[in-house]
């Protein structure tokens, strides 16, 4: 897979758009996606299993006994539902699937189809959702949850200076490759590329 630097072939990316949380996670896989996503201007492609994941979603979003509980909340708790979330000061934005809150502490939740631990992406991505309520609620959660649905596992990933080190890290990352419309050079771990859903296009450049 060719990792040498290359200036778009494709026009130039829009260096002020805001990063979104799913960039974060696009980054944590490799960080030449978010870039290659800009440059085809379309979402990820939707695999069979994706939208085997976007059917769970949506079964999930109709569940509406017992959420609280789920995660350790009262029942009296707030749960809001696919809430946006928009940060100037990050330049982050998401959408969170789910947003816990008793008042006391607020938690956001990302459903997940697939199972086991939580991976890289998945981390990066709710972290950046702790980041986004901490920067528009000013109130500060403790962890991020990603839910796997399928297998029932409520995955808690704390949300310390390490994990806003994290997210920091993640948006300079991507803001500079934005910025400069150029590729970073780096080696995806593992057998990622063949997984990967803009592989076409990163060979291609
Ligand atoms: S094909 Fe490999 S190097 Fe290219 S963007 Fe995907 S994971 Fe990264």
Known sequence: MPQSERASPFGTARADDYVTARDLADAAYCARVPLLRRWVRRPPQRTPSMWHGLARHAEARMEDRRVPERYGFRPSA???REVRLRSPDLGLSGQIDL???????????????????????????????????????????????????????????????????????????VRGSLAEDRLPTTAPQGNRCAACDVRRLCQAT
């Open 99 to 173: 947003l816990l809150d008793d008042g006391r502490r607020i938690v956001p939740v990302d459903l997940k189809f697939g199972e086991g631990a939580a991976d890289p992406a998945d981390i990066a991505q709710v972290l950046g959702y702790c980041a986004l309520v901490e920067a528009t609620t000013g109130r500060t959660p403790t962890e991020g949850i990603v839910d796997r649905r399928e297998t029932g596992q409520v995955l808690r990933v704390p949300y310390d200076d390490a994990a806003r080190a994290l997210v920091r890290d993640l948006l300079a990352l």
């Open 78 to 80: 707030t749960v809001r």
